[in-house]
Each structure stands twice: as structure tokens, then as C-alpha cells.
């Protein structure tokens, strides 16, 4: 595909879109139009017994989530928040030994997570970012590159998180609070599904779409070209 009809999802402005409607429309740049052979062959993935009733399970908890929905006109009335969510979810995969792969700095957060998980009944592990206690030099960093310059400073390490539970043979895991990057790491080495109960924003009280809602007033600065914050110009 060219660039003019590569998926722009997040562009389009058409009133019936054909991914919601049936027989609806959409711009050049529509992947519902465009990529059907693709969509075709990733929707053999649910024939997969193991993602099917997982894909399944994940809809009726999106249904659960609102109430009333038998009243038409149906208007939008959500319920529950995530954490209640993630528990429901579980139960209905008949998931057991859940896992935490939680920042150091939502210390607080993951212990409270922890109880509630037990409350409900589960089996739970939890993993901080710095366990192994491994320098940052050990990546290759230089000293002015770490936060605490001059002192040493263990490195956040998902890819130990995830080999962690992996051994422990979670069910079921749970991001709380990693880095940009880090979640990544964790992703791409777990081996159970992976959900995130929180994104980490050092500024917006881990809130990150705070900073879309507000690009138009105070953070109008990330919708020009370089972003740099006076603090990082200072450090070069």
C-alpha cells in the first residue's frame, strides 16, 4: 500500500465508518476497505481454541463493564473501574496465580493491588523493576546518564520480571506503573497475556491523557516540533 491508503484510523471523520457499520463507508486510507486479504488471515487467530475464549471473555467483560442496556435509546453508562475489571476478567478465564510486574516507585500502588487480588481469591506474585540489583553501567550507560549521578543506581529490568513469572507459571499478568520501554521489554518477553492496571506519568499523577486533553492549552507545546523540556537542555 502507498502512503495515501496506509490505515490513518485515528484521521478518519466519516459518520458511518464501515469498521462500525455495515455497508458503511470510508477514506482512501480505510484498512476495513483496503486490507482485506490481511484482516482475512489474522482473523484465522481465533480459530485458536486458546485465543477464541480469551477474545470472547474480553468482550463480555466490555459489555459487563455498562449497565442498562436493554433500554433503547441505549445511552453509555459505565460502572466499573479497571481494577474491578481485571478481577472479573480472570475469574472468567478461571485464571488462578496472577502477576505483578510493578516500578519501584508504585511500591505503594502494587501492595494495594496485591490485597485487593487476594481478597477476590487469587494467588498472587509480584515482581519489582530493580530486582537483580544490576548496575546501569552493565547496559553501557554513563554516569552523568543516570538518574542519580554519581551513586549507584540499579537498573530497571522487565526482561527479569518476566522471566520471573514465567518460572513462577503465572496465569495471568499485570503492568503497574513500568517506564516507557520497559513495558515494552516485559511485553515481548512474557509468556502469559499481559494487561496494565496503570501507565506510569511522572507528571500527571500516572494519567497520561491528561497531556491529550490539555493540548490545546497548557501542553500546546507538544504539537510543535521539538519537545525538549528546559530541564534536558540543561544537561547538554
Known sequence: MNDESSPQCALCSVKDPACRVENGTGPESCPTKNYRETIEKALKEYDKLEIREFAK????????????????????HPVKPRVQEICEF????????????FCAGLHSEARTLTNILKA????????????????????????EQKIRIGEFESMCSPIVQAALLNEERTDFNILVGLCVGHDSL?????????????????????????ALYTSGSYYARLLR????TPQDKECT
Do not use: W
Request: hydrophobic content about 40%; overall charge positive.
Open 90 to 101: 480472570a475469574n472468567k478465564m478461571r485464571y488462578n496465580k496472577l502477576g505483578i510486574a
Open 57 to 76: 471473555m474480553a468482550s463480555i467483560q466490555e459489555a459487563e463493564c455498562y449497565i442498562n442496556r436493554h433500554i433503547k435509546p441505549y445511552v453509555l
Open 225 to 228: 516540533q521539538g519537545i525538549d
Open 186 to 210: 516485559f511485553f515481548k518477553y512474557s509468556k502469559a497475556f499481559t494487561t496494565v492496571l496503570i501507565s506510569k506519568d511522572r507528571v500527571l499523577a500516572h494519567n497520561p491523557a491528561a
Open 120 to 143: 477476590q481469591g487469587f494467588q498472587v506474585v509480584s515482581v519489582v523493576c530493580k530486582t537483580g540489583c544490576t548496575s546501569k553501567e552493565s547496559l553501557g550507560l554513563k554516569d
